[in-house]
T-cell receptor, first 113, second 111 residues
Framework: EPEVTQTPSHQVTQMGQEVILRCVPI?????FYWYRQILGQKVEFLVS????????KSEIFDDQFSVERPDGSNFTLKIRSTKLEDSAMYFC???????????FGEGSRLTVL | SQKIEQNSEALNIQEGKTATLTCNYT??????LQWYRQDPGRGPVFLLL???NEKEKRKERLKVTFDTTLKQSLFHITASQPADSATYLC??????????WGAGTKLIIKP
């Protein structure tokens, strides 16, 4: 069964460092998303991506965040200068159409020290 | 703006009984409402989707209802098992085709 894959599963970084989280969405999907979940809290939307551009972003997705789909398969989230409060689980998700089932990856746990 | 409310307290159910979880929304009725399961440290997994013109949807031991008058969806697990213990998330599409998520309800099935 096709699945969304994310790497790394866990990353520990120092405050102020750049981090890149990688995702490979399901191959025939067209809509891509990044979410984050701080431990014990709800899933929070960061950004959606369609047709090689950002379609929507939340207030959380400020200038320190960026997304890219460099090669037609990978979908990356970059955090330029990490802060302590960026520590969270980051989930990539994709779906075929504008509606319907969202397929999530297993997440990348980011710990900022 | 649209908000979703799910019971924040954990729901404890005896094995074999029916578990019922509630999802209330505050504003317009969404075209689609979805339920997901999330286990600790894992990504949410899709369970069921119900459209605004559907009253009920079933899948094996799962049943979802959608009442646009009450602005509520109920999620039922019949013949519950300890393996059903997880956090269950309600999500609905907003006008920009983004999913708005509830905080989830933790379900604990006791043997």
């Amino acid at each position: 069964e096709p699945e969304v894959t994310q790497t790394p599963s866990h990353q520990v970084t120092q405050m102020g460092q750049e981090v890149i989280l990688r995702c490979v969405p399901i191959s025939n999907h067209l809509y891509f998303y990044w979410y984050r979940q701080i431990l014990g809290q709800k899933v929070e939307f960061l950004v959606s991506f369609y047709n090689n551009e950002i379609s929507e972003k939340s207030e959380i997705f400020d200038d320190q965040f960026s997304v890219e789909r460099p090669d037609g398969s990978n979908f990356t989230l970059k955090i330029r200068s990490t802060k302590l409060e960026d520590s969270a689980m980051y989930f990539c998700a994709s779906r075929q159409g504008q509606h319907g089932e969202l397929f999530f990856g297993e997440g990348s746990r980011l710990t900022v020290l | 703006s649209q908000k979703i409310e799910q019971n924040s307290e954990a729901l404890n159910i005896q094995e074999g009984k029916t578990a019922t979880l509630t999802c209330n929304y505050t504003n317009y009725s969404p075209a689609y409402l979805q339920w997901y399961r999330q286990d600790p440290g894992r990504g949410p997994v899709f369970l069921l989707l119900i459209r605004e013109n559907e009253k009920e949807k079933r899948k094996e031991r799962l049943k979802v209802t959608f009442d646009t008058t009450l602005k509520q969806s109920l999620f039922h697990i019949t013949a519950s098992q300890p393996a059903d213990s997880a956090t269950y998330l309600c999500a609905l599409d907003d006008s920009n085709y983004q999913l708005i998520w509830g905080a989830g309800t933790k379900l604990i099935i006791k043997p």
